[in-house]
């Protein structure tokens, strides 16, 4: 199972980015997808998560500006980030539980300029 994220760059502060985050290498059965991010000198932190059945998780700090969604039938997850803040500066993971076992994608770097 590999797993490809894009989506990264630099974007002013109130601006808006959407990450893509491709699952391949199957057949396997996805069961959460999440993203976690990562700071400069601050430990990985979960960002946004969703089930197989849709629910929803966010961490307070992107309530009401982050969405996170899947497309099963391409076997992606999205994570729609708006009114993005100096402090959503980051590299961006994404993460699957599939199979039962855990994978990571690569990363993806997110610099938000104020």
């Known amino acids: 199972v590999q797993l490809q994220a894009s989506g990264g760059g630099l974007v002013q502060a109130g601006g808006s980015l959407r990450l893509s985050c491709v699952v391949s290498?199957?057949?396997?059965?996805?069961?959460?997808m999440r993203w976690y991010r990562q700071a400069p000198t601050k430990q990985r932190e979960l960002v946004a998560g969703?089930?197989?059945?849709?629910?929803?998780n966010l961490a307070d700090p992107v309530k009401g500006r982050f969405t996170i969604s899947r497309d099963n039938a391409k076997n992606t997850v999205y994570l729609q980030m708006n009114s993005l803040k100096h402090e959503d500066t980051a590299v961006y993971y994404c993460?699957?539980?599939?199979?039962?076992?855990?994978?990571w994608g690569q990363g993806t770097l997110v610099t938000v300029s104020s």
């Open positions: 969703i089930t197989s059945q849709g629910i929803t």
């Open positions: 290498g199957g057949p396997f059965s996805i069961n959460v």
């Open positions: 993460f699957v539980l599939a199979n039962g076992r855990d994978y």
